[in-house]
């Protein structure tokens, strides 16, 4: 093979597009000739710099122009025109405002105690939400403190029969039992006694802080119409 | 995405929709290929306008027996170039000394390292100003080839010559380009010309 049917073959042999008895005549050629070797070399690093050239990108505004140019301007239609007005109704941002309105919306409806199925026109009236959100805030307070005071109770005679129950065991062992005196019962005497005598002072107290916390309920409700 | 066949049957229904769809398909194809018969970004932007108001002119004609609707646009597109190529010839003669180099107006990437960024322009201008070199003949058909990636028969039928002579041009032109950007690359210094192994 010549020079010049190599150079005249080398894009396509760069191609894979030669068939396998002209391949062989190339590559043969290519081994034995260096300054073939080199044109075949600067031929691929040219294919290569075109392939790696990236398209440019036209201006932004040149669609826009050619429209004008060509079809002049476009009245939208129908359903564009609709798009462009919906287009906003489609932002989450709108979806999260709707969200939180009525989350809004339904926490007022609550406080004030309205029934929306039942609603009435003095319901509407915005001195009747003051009154009822007040009414609520009292209902829950009283609630939450008459809860307070139960559960304050409740614990301190668990807590108390925990320590009756436990002080018997601890002091059997030590203390041997007193030899009962004639003439009266020694029952006041007892350790358990004395314990049995606070838990009974504690329900005193704790019935009546269940009463204080019952007249604070009360009160709370007696202040709704 | 439509068809073309679709998009043209609705275009020449008078659907502007469906012209506007064509023109988003293809306008930066053919804006490239004018951008590299020109150098000029400008003179790029005119070009392919006037070749879609071409189209837009002669869609009617289309015949899709003779070609894929690319096909076509880059024959008309390409007749238009070498039309505008005779017609300014003279006036490039004289304005070619006072013109800057064609300048590949980008904006820089903040994603790509500033040194890569200068290489790569480089190279794309010293490709443009290769290409700004080759006769038109060669210059298209290393054009459609390497850079608008058509095959020998499609480019055969943008240019209305027999496939031998496109293999022929593609050879040619590559060679030609080769001999161009190896004595640009020696000119611009050893450094260089050796930092693309």
């Given amino acids: 093979m010549t020079h010049l049917e190599l150079e005249n073959l080398a ?48 201006a932004p505004w040149l669609i826009a122009k050619i429209m004008r140019a060509t079809v002049g301007e476009r009245k939208p239609t129908f ?37 929306l199925r039942k609603l009435t026109l003095a319901d509407l009236n915005p001195r009747t939400w003051v009154y009822q959100a007040n009414r609520t805030g009292h209902l829950l307070y009283a609630r939450a403190e008459k809860f307070y ?20 065991s601890q002091q059997e062992p030590e203390t041997p039992k007193p030899e009962a005196p004639a003439g009266g019962s020694t029952d006041r005497n007892l350790p358990g006694a004395a314990q049995l005598a606070s838990v009974e002072r504690l329900t005193t107290a704790a019935a009546s802080s269940m009463g204080r916390a019952a007249k604070v309920a009360d009160k709370g409700r007696s202040s709704s119409p | 995405m439509e068809h073309d066949p679709e998009l043209m049957r609705r275009c020449l229904a008078g659907d502007d929709s469906a012209w506007e769809a064509l023109l988003r398909v293809h306008t930066r194809k053919i804006y490239n290929l004018c951008y590299r018969f020109t150098g000029r970004p400008g003179e790029a932007e005119d070009l392919t306008q006037e070749v879609f108001i071409k189209i837009f002119q002669t869609l009617k004609t289309f015949d899709a027996a003779q ?36 300048g590949l107006e980008e904006k820089p990437s903040p994603t790509v390292e500033p040194v890569a960024q200068v290489e790569s322009r480089e190279r794309k201008e010293l490709l443009q100003q290769a290409l700004d070199r080759l006769s038109p003949d060669l210059r298209e058909a290393v054009v459609l080839r390497d850079l608008q990636d058509l095959d020998y028969g499609e480019i055969a039928q943008v240019l209305g010559v027999p496939a031998g002579t496109v293999k022929s041009r593609i050879n040619r032109g590559r060679l030609e380009l080769a001999r161009v950007i190896k004595r640009m690359e020696g000119m611009r210094g050893p450094a260089k010309a050796g930092s693309r192994s």
């Fill in chain 2, 67 to 102: 070609g894929a609707f690319p096909t076509w646009l880059a024959r008309v597109a390409r007749n238009h170039l070498v039309d505008h190529y005779r017609r300014t010839k003279k006036d490039r003669v004289t304005s070619s000394l006072e013109d800057e180099p064609g």
């Fill in chain 1, 79 to 115: 359903r564009e025109q609709l798009a462009a007005f919906l287009r906003p109704a489609t932002e989450p941002r709108l979806a999260y405002a709707v969200a939180m309105a009525v989350f809004s919306f339904s926490i007022i409806v609550n406080a004030a105690g309205l029934n």
């Fill in chain 1, 149 to 168: 005071y139960d559960l304050r109770v409740v614990y301190e005679i668990e807590s108390r029969f925990r320590q009756l129950r436990s002080e018997p």
């Fill in chain 1, 11 to 58: 894009s396509e042999y760069l191609e894979g597009q030669l068939d396998a008895v002209r391949r062989v005549q190339v590559e043969e050629h290519l081994r034995e000739c260096g300054p073939c070797r080199g044109l075949v070399s600067d031929l691929q690093h040219v294919m290569e710099l075109c392939h790696s050239a990236e398209d440019l990108e036209p």
